[in-house]
């Protein structure tokens, strides 16, 4: 990329809020308030790592368990990449499915 080209593009620069878990909770602008011209800046998850909506309602529809933070971030519950298709967490190494509450695989480590 050209010196000219470079100048011909502007970034726009978010930050990824998280919890105490590492799960992310939204981005925010530059200003430091959640961007709200996008659906889902704002994001929580239940207990089992089940992306929901901010004021902790389910999700239905296409969306559900998926973070809609994609493509800034794919990853969701304590920081791990969610694969909304499949209803997984990889948590590399081990896949989490939320619907059950359990990991797919046996720990490979006893």
Do not use: C
């Not at 430091?32 to 800046?41: N, P, Q």
């Not at 990853?75 to 939320?98: L, P, Q």
Request: glycine residues 12%; charged residues 20%; neutral net charge.
């Amino acid at each position: 990329m050209t010196p000219q080209q470079a100048a011909a593009h502007t970034y726009t620069v978010q930050y990824r809020t998280t919890d105490r878990l590492g799960s992310p909770l939204g981005m925010l602008d530059k200003s430091g308030r959640f961007s709200d011209g996008t659906r889902g800046t704002q994001l929580s998850f239940d207990i089992f790592g089940k992306a929901r909506n901010r004021d902790f309602s389910q999700r239905t529809g296409m969306d559900e368990g998926q973070t809609l933070l994609e493509p800034t971030t794919h990853n969701g519950f304590t920081g791990h990449e969610h694969i909304g298709a499949a209803d997984i967490i990889h948590m590399n190494g081990r896949a989490y499915d939320y619907n059950l509450g359990r990991f797919l695989l046996v720990d490979p480590f006893i």
